[in-house]
Each structure stands twice: as C-alpha cells, then as structure tokens.
C-alpha cells in the first residue's frame, strides 16, 4: 500500500516541499530502501524510526519497504524526516487514518523511545505550509512554539509519535498553539549595560545615538581605552524593540542555522565575532550554506573591534551587505540569498601603537606604519559607513569624578520616537525588509525626503569638494541630516543638522 506525507528541506533559510513517498507489502526480503539523495543523517533515520515504532507500540511491516524522498534531484539532510517516514509507515500498513495526512507539513526527529525531539528551520517550515494552502504544520513542542509565530496558519506541536497517531486516528486532539504561548515573546528582564556608567565622550555617545536613531553604520577611532568598546556593548540598551515582523525575520535565520534554542528572548541581535573570523564564518557558506555572523546580525548590531585586524578578504564580503541588505552564497549545492541588513559598528586605533593624537603619550609608529594600517580597510568599505567619529581619551580627573551621565533610558526614548517618525514616513513605501528606518532610503525615497534648498546645497557641495568625498557620501549625508532633523523632531532639515552630518564624515580616514 502506498501512502504519501508532506515535509519541507531548507536551503539556507528557506524551505522546499518534499514529499516522501513509501510502498509497503512488497515481495522480497522485509528490508528498507531510501532513495531520493538522502545523507547520512537521513539513511540513519531507518534505525531510529524502527525502534520508535517499537517503544511506541507497532511493528514494522514484515516486507520489501520502499520510501522516496522526492523531488529526486533535491539533497535532503537531517533528522527532521523521522516522523513523517514514521507516519508514512504506519499509515501504509493502515494503522493510522491517512485521510488528513495531506492537510499538513510535517517534521521532527524521534528518540529511540519514540519521543519528539527539536529540528531546526521550523520558521521557513511554517512559511512554506502557509503559501501552500496547508491546514497546518506538526513539529516538536519546542519547534513549534518557533512557528507559532507566522501568522495565518495552525500549528500543532506534539511530545511523541504516539500523540500524533492518536491525533490522526481521531482519539486524542492536539489543540493549536497560540502566539502568546510561545516563550520566544519574552522580554530581556536581565541587567544591561547602562550609558551612564560613561563617562564624558558627549561626541561618540551623540554620534551613537544618531547612528541607532536612523539606523546608520558607525565607526569609532580613538587611543586605547578611550571607551569605544564599552560604548558599543551599551548599544543594545538604547535600541528600540523589534517589530513582530522584524522579530520574525531574525528568529527564522538563527531556526535555520540551529541556533534558535540559545536565546529566546524577543530582542534585537547584537553579535561580535572575534578579528580572526574566517571568510565562511562571516558571511556563511559551507558544502550546505547556513547563515553568517552578518546573516545573525540581521535587524541588529554587527559590532567589529579592532577592525584593521580582521584579514582584508573577511572585510571585503561586508560590502554587499552593507549596500544590498543581503548576501548572496552560491556553492556546489546551490545558490541562496540571505537577509543581512544589520547595522554596522566599528572600533580602530588610529594607528598600530594606538596612540596617534595622544596628548600624553607618544606614537612609536613611522609614517609607513600608519599608512600601511589604515591601508587595510579598502576605501569602499569606509565609504558604506555613515558616521565617523572620534574618540579622545579622558583625563584622570574627570575619571575621578562622581557625576553621573544620562542614562540608557533617556536616549532610547528619543531614539524611539524618531524611530516613530520614520515609521510614520514609511509607513506607504516599499522596503525589501521589514525594517524602515532612514539608513535603507534608496535614491528616490532620498529625493522625496531630504530635499535641501540651494543655500544647503552650495553647502554640501562645498564640504564634499573640501573633504574629497565620493557620490556615495552624498546620499550618506542627506539621510543622517534626516535623523538628526527627526531627532530634532524637525519636518525640514536645517543648516545645522547637515553641519553635524558633514562633521561626522570630517574625521574619514
């Protein structure tokens, strides 16, 4: 008897249909034969799901048992196939009703015993029942408090192979799962580095502050210790909360690179890999593409300290994702576009030494030095970064003080609601992502909404000839001249907000 069930294969963060066939009661030696391009992880699954019919119960058919994992030319990995080949089994045999089989995709690794376990790619799983037309999707509890979280399609999570064939045969119900039952819509209660444990730096901490406003890529140039870093890991406290839809947009790619189960709380991303990161590491790839640091930054912070020590080839990769918001992976297996719109930020010494412009201490470096260590970060990848800014050390005396600086709290309100006036803004115009903020605005959205009069314009001509900056700066200025303007909760911009996003292009390298 031949029965047919519906599961997905991910490639990179999206899922194809595969539907896996299996013939039972056929002559010859009782004896399995997979085919359609299984690893070895899927070849393996025969072991698993044999004794998890046992434990649960059945048996295995005593003949020829032939599953097909279609479309042929596909390569299908992974557990994620255990329970539907279970399910195909069982209903081939007719000991389940196979007459809802087909309202539904299903996926799930099984224990021994016949336990659920989690499979990862659940999101991608979720979003392809949905444009299918599926009743619904069936996974792993802990799997499906993922897919809860796309709209429009009911998702049913289950702790055993034998709650499911219960389910199918009419004698148990699984109720569906609600999105306020997902644990993934959690907040962060836990502490958070607080800008007012900064101590002066009103510069960088301005600077900080427009570039997470509007979204914008920043770098950081100062003497060690000057507080850069500790800037940086304070970013998440002044960043808004990710939309639903933002939200969604991350958790699908950390599903879909297995990483989902390490963090479930309902924040924005904030990754920081270290200057020895290989070129895969970063940006993603492997035999089967998975998802980069870039990838896991996206709707997020990709925080890069000591920026002139990452090897040149890893800093190249950022330049599509910083003008595109995506990266394109293409190998042996395939080729897969990955979202990758984060914002970046960037920590350097302004020389090897570090001490460059120190008013107390000397630089040790000759001129060679010092050019052949800005010389590693290519001009077009300065040019993708909005704001330069410069950060001085700070005298002991003012480290000696008690004064508190404004807090966390303070900045993230104006944060927030120039992040309402932008939301406001957009809210009619099309983005490829579901983050809108002014760093995406493309070259007509720029026209639309930055419109400078001729005074401002012979400014900006006469800053951009002065400083030598490229065309690309042009779009850079105007859209940060539109933050510091919504900051400001200004409808026009002024002279002195293109002034200060002039300023912040002054310091380039």
């Not at 020829?64 to 539907?84: F, H, Q, S, V, W």
């Not at 499979?119 to 996974?139: E, F, M, P």
């Amino acid at each position: 008897m031949l029965s047919c069930i519906y599961s997905g294969a991910l490639n990179g963060v999206e899922a194809s249909l595969v539907e896996i066939e299996v013939n039972s009661g056929e002559k010859g030696e009782p004896r399995i034969f997979m085919v359609g391009l299984p690893d070895v992880a899927v070849k393996e699954s025969a072991d698993r799901v044999s004794s998890a019919l046992a434990n649960s119960g059945f048996s295995m058919p005593k003949s020829r048992l032939t599953i097909n994992l279609a479309p042929g030319d596909m390569r299908k990995e992974g557990p994620l196939y255990d329970l539907p080949i279970a399910l195909g089994i069982l209903a081939s045999t007719g000991i389940i009703d196979s007459s809802k089989l087909s309202d539904y995709i299903i996926a799930g690794e099984l224990s021994l015993s016949g336990d659920l376990r989690w499979v990862s790619g659940s999101i991608s799983l979720a979003l392809l029942a949905r444009s299918l037309g599926k009743k619904g999707l069936i996974l792993p509890v802990e799997s499906a408090n993922e897919a809860v979280l796309v709209s429009g399609i009911e998702v049913l999570g289950a702790t055993s192979l034998k709650q499911i064939c219960n389910f199918f045969n009419g004698q148990e119900e699984i109720v569906p799962l609600k999105i306020s039952d997902s644990p993934f819509m959690t907040k962060d209660d836990s502490y958070m580095p607080d800008f007012a444990d900064v101590k002066g730096q009103e510069n960088v901490r301005r600077a900080v502050e427009v570039a997470v406003a509007g979204g914008h890529n920043i770098l950081m140039i100062g003497t060690p210790g000057a507080g850069k870093s500790m800037i940086a890991k304070r970013i998440p406290s002044i960043i808004p909360e990710p939309t639903l839809d933002e939200f969604l947009e991350i958790l699908g790619i950390y599903s879909a690179a297995g990483l989902s189960q390490s963090n479930k709380f309902f924040k924005r991303p904030f990754r920081s890999p270290h200057h020895t990161i290989s070129d895969v590491g970063l940006i993603g790839g492997g035999v089967i593409p998975k998802p980069g640091e870039i990838s896991l930054a996206h709707n997020g912070v990709l925080f890069l300290d000591e920026l002139p020590e990452f090897k040149r080839s890893v800093l190249e990769v950022l330049r599509q994702p910083l003008e595109d918001g995506l990266v394109s992976i293409s190998r042996s297996a395939g080729k897969i576009s990955i979202a990758s719109k984060f914002m970046l930020v960037a920590a350097m010494n302004p020389c090897p030494c570090g001490y460059l412009g120190d008013s107390k201490r000397t630089c040790r470096c000759s001129p060679t030095q010092i050019s052949n260590y800005r010389s590693r970060i290519s001009g077009p990848l300065l040019d993708r970064i909005d704001i330069h800014v410069e950060a001085q050390a700070l005298p002991l005396e003012a480290l000696g003080k008690n004064t508190q600086s404004e807090s966390s709290n303070s900045i993230r309100q104006r944060v927030i609601a120039a992040r309402e006036i932008q939301k406001s803004r957009f809210q009619n115009e099309k983005f490829s992502h579901a983050s809108k903020c002014n760093a995406s605005m493309n070259p007509k959205q720029i026209k639309k909404f930055c419109a400078l009069n001729e005074e401002q314009s012979s400014l900006l001509a006469s800053a951009m000839e002065e400083l030598n900056l490229s065309a690309r700066a042009w779009d850079k200025i105007l859209k940060v001249s539109r933050t510091i303007a919504d900051l400001d909760s200004s409808n026009s911009i002024q002279s002195h907000h293109l002034l200060e996003a002039i300023n912040y292009r002054a310091h380039a390298l």
